[in-house]
């Protein structure tokens, strides 16, 4: 019989004589394996898990136009061209503009966006209904809903009008032009005009939109009666070219602030009065944010009310990266030149580092805690196997035993246990680490199958740092004095 074979032999018949305490020691050092071998993988599966976690609370970059160059929803796709397909979650869009009930001589803000792309930025929306699925459908927040008293299925006629326009903003008017103004009016409603040039520069025609004012009386400014004093006077008018409506004064100077200031219309542009549409509220949307005193229009639907198709003014990224990455792939998509610039959402970035770091320390400190024990533990038990082959021991070294033959032994004693520790521990940890995942994160992990050496590797490790203790104690023992019986 070999040398190694008859070591072996050696070795586990004397863990069988003492199967009860090699027992304690082997689940003491599974059970270490297992912590270890559990939260290692959580350890390294964390920042995927918090991050999933952490993409439930929304976006954390924001796309947006440089100030020079418009942004559309062209630029910003390729813009993205700079972040991994795979780790881009959602990418939405949004186009805010204000939009009017004219009837109820209500305001308020409108957001174009895509609604299968706000499932993923935004799944912390709770909708009362459904998001949008067809044209001239409309999700409206709950505060705008409570200040109108909408409900599901009513119908919402919204008009999209230009801002006010001012003189700054007019480029060099030529006869013939057809122009167009806004100015505010009576309880800070916008009045708008449009008006024909003819050859001499003065005005051949005048159509004035005052839905924002009284019926009864502003909207007297916007009848033939009143719209044909305009007819004929020279481009622009003159303080003392205003007529004033009786009663409607506010009304009036309007009028003839809006021609004032008018800019030329494009034959080609959307009609500058404004355009309506009627949609069905589908769904009333609750956040406890801002966003419920918006409404939410499909793309299509934006487009088409205020005719300027592929615009946008922001596009929200979910990313599933790190800080560092995010910050890689914003600079990336900053220095391209390309008129989009990448902006982090600090909050989320930020507070998904923090605790991220924080979970990961904690699991550190639960490990080391976790197999100090276990080699306290592994210590004692073979301290006390010791103890009781003293004996042995003595009787051994005085047939001429060597104490490196001790040492072996009981090592190779220790380092089995260890490895057959560590196979149970990394079975078992991967159960272990599935069931936190689960129950904490909601998700399940990935067998990492290089923690299985690691998981071996580390117990018999652990196994022989325990052991050193009793073999110092058992080399100690004189046969002398053993085998005197003391």
């Not at 586990?12 to 599974?30: D, E, K």
């Not at 927040?141 to 003189?167: H, Q, W």
Request: with cysteine; proline share 3%; net charge negative.
């Amino acid at each position: 019989m070999s040398r190694r074979k008859m070591f072996l032999r050696m070795i586990t018949a004397s863990l069988l004589r003492r199967r009860s305490r090699m027992i304690v020691a082997l689940l003491s050092i599974g059970i270490g394996a297992t912590i270890l071998s559990g939260l290692v993988t959580i350890y390294y599966d964390v920042p995927r898990q918090m991050g999933a976690q952490f993409r439930s609370y929304g976006a954390n970059m924001l796309l947006v136009g440089d100030g020079e160059t418009p942004l559309t929803t062209e630029t910003a796709s390729a813009a993205l061209d700079a972040i991994p397909a795979e780790n881009v979650i959602g990418a939405t869009p949004y186009r805010y503009v204000s939009v009017q009930m004219v009837k109820r001589q209500q305001s308020f803000v409108a957001a174009g966006t895509d609604f299968e792309q706000v499932t993923r930025t935004s799944p912390y929306f709770s909708v009362d209904g459904r998001y949008p699925e067809n044209h001239r459908e409309v999700l409206v927040g709950k505060e705008v809903a409570d200040a109108i008293g909408v409900k599901l299925n009513s119908i919402m006629e919204l008009t999209y009008k230009p801002e006010e326009t001012t003189g700054g903003e007019r480029s060099e008017i030529r006869p013939g032009d057809r122009i167009a103004g806004s100015a505010e009016g009576w309880g800070g409603g916008l009045v708008y005009v449009t008006a024909e040039l003819d050859e001499e520069m003065k005005i051949a025609s005048l159509t004035v939109n005052a839905d924002t004012q009284t019926e009864e009386i502003g909207g007297q400014c916007a009848e033939a009666n009143y719209t044909n004093r305009f007819i004929g006077r020279a481009f622009p008018p003159e303080e003392k070219d205003a007529d004033v409506v009786s009663g409607a004064t506010l009304t009036s100077r309007a009028v003839l602030s809006a021609l004032q200031t008018a800019v030329p219309v494009s034959k080609t542009a959307a009609v500058q009065t404004g355009n309506t549409l009627n949609l069905t509220v589908v769904g009333i949307l609750q956040t406890g944010g801002e966003e419920e005193g918006y409404v939410f229009l499909s793309q299509s639907d934006m487009a088409a009310l205020t005719g300027e198709e592929g615009k946008i003014d922001v596009m929200e990224l979910s990313v599933s990266a790190s800080a560092e990455e995010l910050e890689g792939y914003a600079e990336a998509i900053t220095g391209e030149g390309s008129g989009v610039l990448a902006r982090l959402v600090k909050r989320v970035t930020k507070s998904e580092t923090a605790v991220l770091a924080k979970l990961q320390a904690l699991v550190f400190l639960v490990t080391v805690v976790v197999l100090l024990l276990t080699m306290i533990c592994v210590s004692t038990t073979m301290m006390a196997v010791v103890t009781e082959r003293r004996k042995e021991i003595g009787l051994r070294k005085a047939l001429g035993a060597s104490d490196n033959g001790i040492r072996a032994e009981f090592l190779g004693e220790g380092m089995f246990l260890g490895a057959l520790g560590g196979l149970l521990g990394a079975a078992l940890g991967f159960g272990f680490a599935q069931v936190v995942s689960v129950n904490v994160f909601g998700s399940s992990i990935t067998f990492q199958p290089l923690l299985l050496p690691v998981t071996v590797v580390v117990s018999m490790v652990i196994a022989a740092l325990s052991c050193l203790l009793p073999i110092k104690r058992a080399v100690q023992i004189d046969p002398a004095l053993v085998l005197k019986g003391e």
